[in-house]
């Protein structure tokens, strides 16, 4: 018969390199589990939260027009260069206007009263009217406004594209305004200023142009990926096109100036 063996103990060294290597293979598992989840919420902030919203912010653009009176859809030859239309009073949250992008393959967006989160999360452009209270379009003054880059509808993701001389068109219930880009910043989240009545110049300013700002978070470097810095488009008013008269030349120019 085989003499049996009985198994020896482990050593202390033996026992500390075991619940070493069982600790390291526990702390990957958790990195690994962390990489996962923090997976699963860039891909829900960036890609779901986009695709949850598209929808809205269509609909919203068809029900607004609803609301409007009829209007040639043929290009318009009325190009006006005095004071637009004003729009009057807004309720804060209601929408009062579109945006169209060329640039963006005539990407529409909804403008909303308001900066509030819940508006930019439905991939509107938010009006400024909180912490500063900026101009409506076309006022003499710095109309601005604020949409997410990278979630929520991505409505600001190609604001780096923009080129000087690129139009975007503003339509509200009485015109269509045509601005220019004309220059743009990369600064911190506290510089205000480049949405003041004249952007980069203390508040009580006087302002003598029609102007528009775009803003939207980006990193230090002007990437989409990040919320340390802010990108700024500044645009001009060029002319204004009655509603009634037609649509303007710019919007059948997608994809540029």
């Known amino acids: 018969m085989a003499a049996t063996t009985s198994k020896q103990p482990r050593t ?6 075991w619940g ?16 996962y989840v923090v997976g699963m919420f860039l891909v829900w902030q960036v890609y779901w939260t986009t695709f949850e919203v598209e929808g809205v912010r269509q609909e919203q653009v068809s029900t607004w027009h609803e609301q409007l009176p009829e209007a040639p859809q043929t290009v318009s030859n009325d190009l006006r260069y005095d004071a637009p239309p004003p ?17 963006w393959n ?15 999360d439905q991939a509107f452009a938010g009006h400024y009217v909180n912490s500063i209270k900026t101009a409506m379009p076309g006022e003499l003054g710095n109309f601005s406004v604020a949409a997410h880059r990278r979630s929520y509808g991505n409505s600001f993701r190609e604001i780096d594209t923009l080129q000087p001389g690129d139009p975007i068109v503003v339509e509200t219930k009485d015109a269509y305004l045509i601005f220019h880009v004309y220059q743009h910043q990369l600064v911190l ?10 952007p980069g110049q203390p508040m009580g300013t006087e302002p003598t142009e029609r102007l528009m700002t775009l803003t939207t978070c980006a990193t230090a470097t002007g990437g989409q ?11 001009k008013l060029d002319h204004w096109v009655p509603r009634s008269s037609g649509i303007p030349v710019e919007l059948t120019q997608s994809g540029g100036n």
């Open 189 to 198: 989240p506290e510089q205000v200023e480049v949405i003041h009545p004249v």
């Open 20 to 35: 070493f290597f069982n600790l390291i293979g526990a702390i990957g598992e958790i990195f690994i589990l962390a990489a």
């Open 225 to 235: 990926f990040g919320n340390s810095h802010r990108y700024i488009q500044h645009l």
């Open 106 to 120: 005539m990407l529409a967006i909804p403008i909303a009263q308001g900066e509030d989160q819940y508006i930019l």
């Open 12 to 17: 202390a060294k033996q026992w500390f390199r």
């Open 87 to 103: 729009i009057g009073p807004v309720n804060h949250g209601d929408v009062f206007a579109t945006m169209y992008v060329p640039r």
